[in-house]
């Protein structure tokens, strides 16, 4: 990245971000406290945070039918075998 496209914004943050903002410059060594801001910004996509949120319930939807439908489908062979166990034999002709 080159400096000469930069440009300088100043903006307030809480504590809170600044000491985790410090944390990460220490553990990512190669990294500025702006290198982070910026990969941050870069990073942020609330429309598709938005579609993320609403594919995991879809998901998660599914998923608790297709259980549904499983317990039914056992539920419904359970039956199948106890009908099937009671049926006298037939005898060969």
């Excluded at 985790?20 to 990294?31: C, D, F, I, M, V």
Aim: hydrophobic content about 40%.
């Amino acid at each position: 990245m080159q400096t000469d496209n930069l440009i300088r914004k100043q903006f307030f943050i809480s504590h809170e971000n600044i000491v985790k903002l410090e944390k990460l410059t220490k553990e990512l060594k190669e990294s500025s406290a702006a290198k982070i801001v910026r990969d941050a910004i870069d990073a942020y996509n609330p429309g598709e945070n938005q579609i993320d949120f609403e594919q995991r319930a879809l998901l998660e939807l599914a998923h608790s039918k297709v259980k549904e439908a499983i317990r039914a489908t056992e539920k419904a062979n359970k039956k199948m075998d106890d009908c099937l166990e009671n049926i006298p034999k037939m005898e060969a002709v």
